[in-house]
């Protein structure tokens, strides 16, 4: 059974910068897409960001345009958010979750919010 695990989450000041991190444990993936996704008190789970297994693709969504940035680590099987200039809408939080049914694309269903693996998340907390 694979896991996804996050880790970065904080508290920081508006304008501030965060590094999140996403591990797969278990049984590891060959590929897979892998997406952030996060959750505020009243809101429903939007995405944040996704990369294709290779790189090639990548989504940010408008809100985090030109402040976040999603990246493959050296350890094939972490990805990373660095999240630059924080601001308090930011706060939620943030889960991690991985699409090894289509490693090279970025669905439309997975950036909708259905993946196969889903970590337990990390609060993100910026303060004003």
């Known amino acids: 059974q694979v896991q996804l695990g996050e880790s970065g989450g904080g508290l920081v000041q508006a304008g501030g910068a965060l590094r999140l991190s996403c591990a797969a444990s278990?049984?590891?993936?060959?590929?897979?897409?892998m997406g952030w996704f996060r959750q505020a008190p009243g809101k429903e789970r939007e995405v944040v960001a996704a990369?294709?297994?290779?790189?090639?693709?990548?989504y940010s969504a408008d809100s985090v345009e030109g402040r976040f940035n999603i990246s493959r680590d050296n350890d094939k099987n972490t990805r990373s958010l660095q999240m630059n200039d924080l601001k308090p809408d930011d706060t939620a939080v943030y889960y991690c979750?991985?699409?090894?049914?289509?490693?090279?694309?970025?669905?439309?269903?997975?950036?909708?919010?259905?993946?196969?693996?889903w970590g337990q998340g990390t609060q993100v907390t910026v303060s004003s």
């Open positions: 990369i294709t297994w290779g790189g090639l693709i990548t």
């Open positions: 979750a991985a699409d090894p049914s289509n490693p090279y694309l970025l669905a439309g269903r997975f950036l909708g919010g259905t993946a196969d693996y």
């Open positions: 278990g049984r590891t993936f060959s590929s897979y897409a």
